[in-house]
Protein backbone atom coordinates (compact mmCIF):
# COMPACT_ATOMS: atom_id res chain seq x y z
CA UNK A 1 0.00 0.00 0.00
CA UNK A 2 2.53 2.09 1.02
CA UNK A 3 4.01 1.55 -2.73
CA UNK A 4 0.56 2.50 -4.38
CA UNK A 5 0.64 6.14 -2.28
CA UNK A 6 3.86 7.14 -3.58
CA UNK A 7 2.68 8.20 -7.27
CA UNK A 8 -0.53 10.03 -6.27
CA UNK A 9 1.93 11.82 -3.87
CA UNK A 10 4.57 12.45 -7.00
CA UNK A 11 1.97 14.27 -8.84
CA UNK A 12 0.51 16.43 -6.46
CA UNK A 13 3.78 17.85 -5.64
CA UNK A 14 4.31 18.14 -9.06
CA UNK A 15 1.43 20.17 -9.81
CA UNK A 16 1.91 21.98 -6.40
CA UNK A 17 5.36 23.02 -7.65
CA UNK A 18 4.30 23.89 -11.24
CA UNK A 19 0.52 25.09 -11.56
CA UNK A 20 0.84 28.73 -11.19
CA UNK A 21 0.23 31.33 -13.19
CA UNK A 22 2.71 31.55 -16.66
CA UNK A 23 3.43 35.12 -18.08
CA UNK A 24 2.36 35.31 -22.29
CA UNK A 25 5.30 34.96 -23.98
CA UNK A 26 6.24 38.61 -25.69
CA UNK A 27 2.83 39.85 -24.18
CA UNK A 28 4.21 43.79 -24.85
CA UNK A 29 6.90 42.47 -27.93
CA UNK A 30 6.78 45.22 -30.64
CA UNK A 31 6.31 48.97 -31.75
CA UNK A 32 3.88 50.84 -30.22
CA UNK A 33 2.74 54.41 -31.61
CA UNK A 34 0.71 57.23 -30.01
CA UNK A 35 -2.68 56.94 -30.35
CA UNK A 36 -4.07 60.04 -27.93
CA UNK A 37 -2.45 62.45 -25.00
CA UNK A 38 -3.93 64.64 -23.07
CA UNK A 39 -0.92 66.32 -21.51
CA UNK A 40 2.72 66.17 -21.28
CA UNK A 41 5.80 64.73 -23.92
CA UNK A 42 4.32 60.87 -24.27
CA UNK A 43 6.16 59.10 -26.93
CA UNK A 44 5.47 59.01 -30.31
CA UNK A 45 6.85 55.45 -30.86
CA UNK A 46 8.25 52.90 -28.42
CA UNK A 47 9.94 49.57 -29.63
CA UNK A 48 9.01 47.73 -26.23
CA UNK A 49 11.11 43.67 -25.65
CA UNK A 50 9.41 41.76 -22.74
CA UNK A 51 11.24 38.42 -21.26
CA UNK A 52 9.10 36.98 -18.69
CA UNK A 53 7.61 39.91 -16.43
CA UNK A 54 10.43 42.56 -17.10
CA UNK A 55 10.12 45.07 -20.18
CA UNK A 56 12.41 47.08 -21.97
CA UNK A 57 12.99 48.99 -24.59
CA UNK A 58 13.83 52.54 -26.86
CA UNK A 59 11.26 55.57 -28.27
CA UNK A 60 11.24 58.44 -29.09
CA UNK A 61 9.18 62.16 -27.89
CA UNK A 62 8.80 65.11 -30.10
CA UNK A 63 11.65 67.67 -29.60
CA UNK A 64 11.91 71.20 -30.82
CA UNK A 65 14.48 70.85 -33.33
CA UNK A 66 15.01 67.06 -33.32
CA UNK A 67 13.60 63.96 -31.69
CA UNK A 68 14.18 63.02 -28.12
CA UNK A 69 15.69 59.32 -27.63
CA UNK A 70 13.79 57.40 -24.60
CA UNK A 71 14.84 54.76 -22.47
CA UNK A 72 12.45 52.40 -21.08
CA UNK A 73 12.14 49.83 -19.01
CA UNK A 74 8.99 48.75 -16.79
CA UNK A 75 7.00 45.87 -15.28
CA UNK A 76 4.35 43.32 -16.10
CA UNK A 77 1.14 42.05 -14.47
CA UNK A 78 -0.55 39.41 -15.94
CA UNK A 79 -4.23 39.44 -15.92
CA UNK A 80 -6.70 37.86 -13.22
CA UNK A 81 -9.70 37.50 -12.00
CA UNK A 82 -9.51 40.74 -10.22
CA UNK A 83 -8.50 42.84 -13.68
CA UNK A 84 -6.64 43.14 -17.03
CA UNK A 85 -3.32 42.82 -17.54
CA UNK A 86 -1.28 45.97 -16.07
CA UNK A 87 2.01 47.31 -17.04
CA UNK A 88 4.40 49.92 -15.10
CA UNK A 89 6.80 51.67 -17.06
CA UNK A 90 9.68 54.52 -16.44
CA UNK A 91 10.57 56.52 -19.67
CA UNK A 92 14.01 58.56 -19.48
CA UNK A 93 14.55 60.90 -21.73
CA UNK A 94 17.96 60.78 -23.09
CA UNK A 95 19.21 64.77 -23.91
CA UNK A 96 15.66 65.66 -22.52
CA UNK A 97 17.04 68.14 -20.08
CA UNK A 98 16.33 65.36 -17.20
CA UNK A 99 12.67 64.79 -18.12
CA UNK A 100 11.58 61.43 -16.70
CA UNK A 101 7.91 59.67 -16.76
CA UNK A 102 6.17 57.23 -14.82
CA UNK A 103 3.54 55.49 -16.96
CA UNK A 104 0.79 53.40 -15.15
CA UNK A 105 -1.63 51.53 -17.47
CA UNK A 106 -3.58 48.34 -18.78
CA UNK A 107 -3.23 45.85 -22.01
CA UNK A 108 -7.07 46.78 -22.41
CA UNK A 109 -7.04 44.59 -25.50
CA UNK A 110 -3.94 43.16 -27.04
CA UNK A 111 -3.03 45.72 -29.32
CA UNK A 112 -3.98 49.07 -26.75
CA UNK A 113 -1.95 50.48 -24.04
CA UNK A 114 -4.08 52.97 -22.08
CA UNK A 115 -3.02 54.66 -18.62
CA UNK A 116 -1.33 57.49 -17.23
CA UNK A 117 1.63 58.87 -17.53
CA UNK A 118 3.24 61.31 -14.52
CA UNK A 119 5.99 63.22 -16.04
CA UNK A 120 9.11 65.15 -13.80
CA UNK A 121 11.57 68.15 -15.23
CA UNK A 122 8.80 69.52 -17.54
CA UNK A 123 8.10 72.52 -14.92
CA UNK A 124 10.25 73.40 -11.93
CA UNK A 125 9.35 71.55 -8.63
CA UNK A 126 6.29 70.13 -10.09
CA UNK A 127 5.17 67.05 -12.39
CA UNK A 128 2.39 67.05 -15.10
CA UNK A 129 0.04 64.36 -15.47
CA UNK A 130 -1.66 63.07 -18.42
CA UNK A 131 -4.02 59.95 -20.10
CA UNK A 132 -2.30 58.15 -22.92
CA UNK A 133 -3.24 55.31 -25.11
CA UNK A 134 -0.82 53.55 -27.51
CA UNK A 135 -1.65 51.15 -30.51
CA UNK A 136 -0.07 48.31 -31.79
CA UNK A 137 -0.44 47.58 -35.17
CA UNK A 138 -1.75 43.79 -35.05
CA UNK A 139 0.61 42.89 -38.46
CA UNK A 140 3.32 43.66 -40.50
CA UNK A 141 0.54 44.68 -43.24
CA UNK A 142 -0.17 47.43 -40.68
CA UNK A 143 3.67 48.59 -39.57
CA UNK A 144 3.68 52.10 -41.36
CA UNK A 145 6.29 53.90 -42.48
CA UNK A 146 9.16 55.22 -45.16
CA UNK A 147 11.43 52.78 -47.10
CA UNK A 148 14.30 53.40 -49.95
CA UNK A 149 17.27 54.55 -50.91
CA UNK A 150 18.94 58.24 -50.49
CA UNK A 151 21.29 59.23 -53.25
CA UNK A 152 22.99 62.19 -53.61
CA UNK A 153 24.66 63.89 -57.23
CA UNK A 154 26.12 64.94 -59.33
CA UNK A 155 29.38 63.78 -57.82
CA UNK A 156 31.49 65.02 -60.38
CA UNK A 157 31.20 68.63 -61.99
CA UNK A 158 31.14 66.69 -65.76
CA UNK A 159 28.31 64.21 -66.10
CA UNK A 160 29.30 61.16 -68.91
CA UNK A 161 26.60 58.77 -70.64
CA UNK A 162 26.85 55.63 -69.40
CA UNK A 163 28.84 56.63 -65.81
CA UNK A 164 27.04 57.02 -62.42
CA UNK A 165 26.42 60.38 -62.14
CA UNK A 166 25.20 59.93 -58.18
CA UNK A 167 26.21 58.12 -55.63
CA UNK A 168 24.64 56.17 -52.62
CA UNK A 169 24.02 59.17 -49.73
CA UNK A 170 24.77 57.63 -46.11
CA UNK A 171 23.66 60.27 -43.55
CA UNK A 172 21.62 60.83 -40.27
CA UNK A 173 17.88 62.64 -41.25
CA UNK A 174 15.55 64.29 -39.15
CA UNK A 175 11.64 63.66 -40.75
CA UNK A 176 9.08 66.87 -39.89
CA UNK A 177 5.22 67.09 -39.63
CA UNK A 178 3.57 70.09 -39.47
CA UNK A 179 3.11 73.88 -40.82
CA UNK A 180 5.65 74.80 -38.91
CA UNK A 181 8.24 71.54 -38.82
CA UNK A 182 8.60 69.63 -35.66
CA UNK A 183 11.02 66.70 -35.76
CA UNK A 184 9.29 63.49 -34.69
CA UNK A 185 12.01 60.90 -35.87
CA UNK A 186 15.60 60.74 -36.87
CA UNK A 187 17.44 57.80 -38.72
CA UNK A 188 20.23 56.67 -40.61
CA UNK A 189 20.84 55.24 -44.45
CA UNK A 190 23.31 52.67 -44.84
CA UNK A 191 26.56 52.69 -46.78
CA UNK A 192 24.01 51.69 -50.17
CA UNK A 193 22.29 54.69 -49.55
CA UNK A 194 18.74 52.01 -48.16
CA UNK A 195 17.09 53.77 -44.80
CA UNK A 196 13.64 52.62 -43.27
CA UNK A 197 11.48 54.46 -40.48
CA UNK A 198 8.53 53.41 -39.06
CA UNK A 199 6.34 56.49 -39.12
CA UNK A 200 2.41 56.84 -38.56
CA UNK A 201 0.11 57.45 -41.22
CA UNK A 202 0.75 61.24 -42.98
CA UNK A 203 2.52 64.13 -44.69
CA UNK A 204 5.67 64.79 -43.49
CA UNK A 205 9.16 66.30 -44.83
CA UNK A 206 12.77 64.65 -44.65
CA UNK A 207 15.59 66.67 -43.66
CA UNK A 208 19.45 65.84 -44.29
CA UNK A 209 21.36 66.35 -40.50
CA UNK A 210 23.40 69.62 -40.96
CA UNK A 211 27.39 68.35 -42.42
CA UNK A 212 25.76 66.56 -44.73
CA UNK A 213 27.60 66.31 -48.17
CA UNK A 214 24.91 68.08 -49.87
CA UNK A 215 23.86 71.63 -50.26
CA UNK A 216 22.22 73.07 -47.52
CA UNK A 217 18.52 73.80 -46.87
CA UNK A 218 17.08 70.79 -48.96
CA UNK A 219 13.69 69.20 -47.88
CA UNK A 220 12.24 66.25 -49.41
CA UNK A 221 7.85 65.85 -49.22
CA UNK A 222 6.81 62.83 -48.46
CA UNK A 223 3.50 60.90 -47.85
CA UNK A 224 3.22 58.12 -45.59
CA UNK A 225 0.75 55.14 -46.87
CA UNK A 226 -2.12 54.37 -44.66
CA UNK A 227 -1.10 50.44 -45.26
CA UNK A 228 2.14 48.84 -45.17
CA UNK A 229 5.50 50.66 -45.64
CA UNK A 230 5.80 53.49 -48.57
CA UNK A 231 8.42 53.35 -50.63
CA UNK A 232 10.32 56.58 -50.65
CA UNK A 233 13.37 57.56 -52.98
CA UNK A 234 14.97 60.75 -51.74
CA UNK A 235 17.57 62.27 -54.17
CA UNK A 236 19.41 65.33 -52.71
CA UNK A 237 21.37 67.79 -54.57
CA UNK A 238 25.29 67.62 -53.74
CA UNK A 239 25.77 71.65 -55.41
CA UNK A 240 28.77 70.52 -57.27
CA UNK A 241 28.66 72.21 -60.90
Do not use: K
Given at each position: MRGLLRLPLA????????SGPTEPLGALN???????????????QMTLAQAGTQITGTGTAMGVDAPIPISVSGVYIAANPAGPASVTLAFTFENGGG????FTGTLSAPNQLSGQAVYTGIIANGTITGQVTFTRPSGDSLVT???????RGPITPVCIVGVPCDA????GFTVREGPIPVAVAHFTSDSAGHYRVLLVPGSYTVVPDSGAPVFPGQARAVTVGAVGMTQ????FDTGIR
Amino acid sequence: MRGLLRLPLAAATLLACCSGPTEPLGALNGVWVLDTSTAGVPPRQMTLAQAGTQITGTGTAMGVDAPIPISVSGVYIAANPAGPASVTLAFTFENGGGITAEFTGTLSAPNQLSGQAVYTGIIANGTITGQVTFTRPSGDSLVTGLEGTATRGPITPVCIVGVPCDAPFAAGFTVREGPIPVAVAHFTSDSAGHYRVLLVPGSYTVVPDSGAPVFPGQARAVTVGAVGMTQADLAFDTGIR
